[in-house]
């Protein structure tokens, strides 16, 4: 029950830091440029040109809205991830828009302005995103076509934000426009980098004939599992074990001096893994006695 209690609170923390970075990356770069972006933002800013809308006003119920629909659509357990960024990000643009209009832009060069915005959303995003939450307003429509009529929500997303810059071209300049489009490429790549950011890992396929010693040396050196796979060679059709080992990037020069320590001529192949879980990366390790 305190562990559950304590996890729920680290993640509530993980949101609000990552709508803070966000709004920070809107209030100091976006707006004070007039850079254009898509999003509830990008939205925003197309309501207050064509119909004079305050983008904190807009952003609090166009969030309210998309988060009713959510919770009527998509049910009580999205609401309970979603009702903390819904009404943060809101209220953070609205402290933060009066602190920029006082302090000024941090910077008047527009590339520096896209790059810090595009990495401020991306994290930000990501963040709130890994925490299991979704930062409301235009997240929410994609996870409604998904689950009524099975769009991909990266496609659905790509749409929408495309629909929404577009909308924008008509009260910008077109340098404001390229710079709108290199903004969604930063932060798009910037949250793929925060998602995998800890999760991804090392494999080592081992072929050795001292794979006996191979596999107690990681075992006891390394303190890292193995999984054992019996192959054939190709050319000579001898039997063989192939030794699996999943280690973090720190790990990867050890594993190499301890396997080459014991066999020179050991063939290994090593590759990036995306995410692992289990015992010993997202699960505690569990020492069991043979």
Same mark, same amino acid.
């Given at each position: 029950m305190?562990?559950?209690?304590?996890?729920t609170?680290?993640?509530?923390l993980?949101?609000? @830091?990552?709508?803070?970075?966000?709004?920070v990356?809107?209030?100091?770069f976006?707006?004070?440029?007039n850079l254009?972006?898509g999003g509830t933002?990008?939205?925003a800013?197309?309501g207050?040109?064509?119909?004079?809308?305050?983008?904190t006003?807009?952003v609090?119920v166009?969030?309210i809205a998309?988060?009713?629909?959510?919770?009527?659509?998509?049910g009580?357990a999205?609401a @309970?991830t979603?009702i903390?960024?819904?009404?943060?990000?809101?209220f953070f643009?609205?402290?933060?828009?009066?602190?920029?209009?006082r302090?000024?832009?941090?910077?008047d060069?527009m590339m520096?302005a896209?790059?810090?915005a595009?990495a401020?959303i991306?994290?930000g995003l990501? @963040?709130?995103?890994?925490?299991?939450a979704?930062?409301g307003?235009m997240?929410?429509?994609?996870?409604?076509?998904?689950?009524l009529?099975?769009?991909?929500v990266s496609?659905?997303?790509?749409?929408?934000?495309?629909?929404?810059? @577009?909308?924008?071209?008509?009260?910008?300049?077109v +340098?404001?426009?390229l710079?709108?489009i290199v903004?969604?490429?930063i932060?798009?790549?910037v949250?793929?980098k925060i998602?995998?950011?800890?999760a991804?890992?090392?494999?080592?396929k081992?072929?050795?004939?001292?794979?006996?010693?191979? +596999?107690?040396a990681i075992?006891?050196?390394?303190?890292?599992?193995?999984?054992m796979?019996?192959?054939q060679t190709?050319?000579l059709?001898?039997n063989?074990e192939v030794?699996i080992n999943?280690?973090s990037? +720190?790990?990867?020069?050890?594993?190499? +001096?301890l396997?080459?320590?014991?066999d020179?001529?050991?063939f290994m192949?090593i590759?990036?893994?995306?995410?692992?879980q289990g015992r010993?990366?997202n699960l505690?390790?569990?020492?069991?006695?043979?």
């Open positions: 305190q562990k559950n209690i304590s996890k609170l680290h993640n509530f993980i949101i609000s @830091l990552g709508n803070l970075i966000y709004t990356a809107v209030a100091f976006i707006l004070p440029n254009i972006t933002t990008g939205l800013l197309f207050q040109y064509m119909f004079h809308i305050p983008i006003a807009f609090y166009f969030n998309m988060f009713l629909l959510g919770a009527w659509v998509l009580k999205f @309970l979603t903390l960024s819904t009404f943060e990000y809101p643009l609205s402290i933060l828009q009066l602190l920029s209009s302090v000024g832009p941090l910077t060069d520096l896209t790059l810090f595009g401020g991306g994290i990501g @963040l709130v995103i890994q925490a299991g979704s930062t307003g997240d929410i429509p994609p996870l409604i076509l998904n689950k009529f099975k769009i991909p496609v659905s997303m790509y749409v929408f934000d495309t629909l929404i810059v @577009l909308a924008q071209f008509g009260f910008s300049d +340098r404001q426009c710079y709108g903004l969604i490429f932060y798009t790549m949250i793929d998602l995998v950011m800890g991804q890992k090392i494999e080592v081992i072929i050795s004939s001292k794979y006996e010693e191979i +596999r107690k075992l006891t050196n390394v303190d890292r599992g193995v999984t796979l019996h192959g190709g050319y059709l001898e063989t030794l999943v280690i990037t +720190r790990e990867l020069v050890q594993v190499e +001096r396997v080459k320590s014991i020179e001529d050991a192949i590759s990036n893994v995306h995410e692992v010993g990366f505690e390790k569990e020492y069991i006695e043979k």
